[in-house]
T-cell receptor, first 114, second 114 residues
Framework: AQSVTQPDIHITVSEGASLELRCNYS??????LFWYVQSPGQGLQLLLK??????LVQGIKGFEAEFKRSQSSFNLRKPSVHWSDAAEYFCAVGARTGANNLFFGTGTRLTVIP | ETGVTQSPTHLIKTRGQQVTLRCSSQ?????VSWYQQALGQGPQFIFQ???????GRGNFPPRFSGLQFPNYSSELNVNALELDDSALYLC?????????????FGSGTRLTVV
């Protein structure tokens, strides 16, 4: 069965500090991988996605993620966090064939302190 | 280019009632997916409509049903509401291209069942 694990429910970082949000997945085959961000009262915005090729993926807002097949991980990173990055972050996977629905993790809430 | 519009933004219903949520897809998109996001959880796939036909369904009971119209807008209907149906309901439109998963999410409808 498919599953996405985000082990950190809540992370607090200081503005300007680096950030890493963890994501592990369990899937029959290497899926497509995504990171979304959700601000309060808003829908989901795509930060970045991995389909194939270079395992280091660049996204919007200065975010990047690295796919590690051996660890079934797709961790999200940002070198310097801004106060506006405070939000909920979701990792998601999607199948390469068949239905194109996404399976989401439970999310990590990011708090940024001055 | 308009995004995905959902209505209403909030509503309160009584247990046992029925509710209809609406979604206008992004211009040019022919596929609509619905997700349920309970408090503190990631979104869960309800179903998807492609060219007015159901194109996949998650683990939700039959009292969750939907429609897609010729203009690709969509409705989500929930009968016999239960307290656990309280959640944010997200609509996402896409071009039906499975490889790209090019979802655009709406801001959601917050349903409270009392």
């Amino acid at each position: 069965a498919q599953s996405v694990t985000q082990p950190d429910i809540h992370i607090t970082v200081s503005e300007g500090a680096s950030l890493e949000l963890r994501c592990n997945y369990s899937y029959g085959a290497t899926p497509y991988l995504f990171w979304y961000v959700q601000s309060p009262g808003q829908g989901l915005q795509l930060l970045l996605k991995y389909f194939s090729g270079d395992t280091l993926v660049q996204g919007i807002k200065g975010f990047e993620a690295e796919f590690k097949r051996s660890q079934s991980s797709f961790n999200l990173r940002k070198p310097s966090v801004h106060w506006s990055d405070a939000a909920e972050y979701f990792c998601a996977v999607g199948a390469r064939t068949g239905a194109n629905n996404l399976f989401f993790g439970t999310g990590t809430r990011l708090t940024v302190i001055p | 280019e308009t995004g995905v519009t959902q209505s209403p933004t909030h509503l309160i219903k009584t247990r046992g009632q029925q509710v209809t949520l609406r979604c206008s897809s992004q211009s040019g998109h022919n596929t609509v997916s619905w997700y349920q996001q309970a408090l503190g959880q990631g979104p869960q796939f309800i179903f998807q409509y492609y060219r007015e036909e159901e194109n996949g369904r998650g683990n939700f009971p039959p009292r969750f049903s939907g429609l897609q119209f010729p203009n690709y807008s969509s409705e989500l209907n929930v009968n016999a509401l239960e307290l656990d149906d309280s959640a944010l309901y997200l609509c996402a439109s896409s071009l039906g291209d499975r490889r790209n998963y090019g979802y655009t999410f709406g801001s959601g409808t917050r349903l409270t069942v009392v």
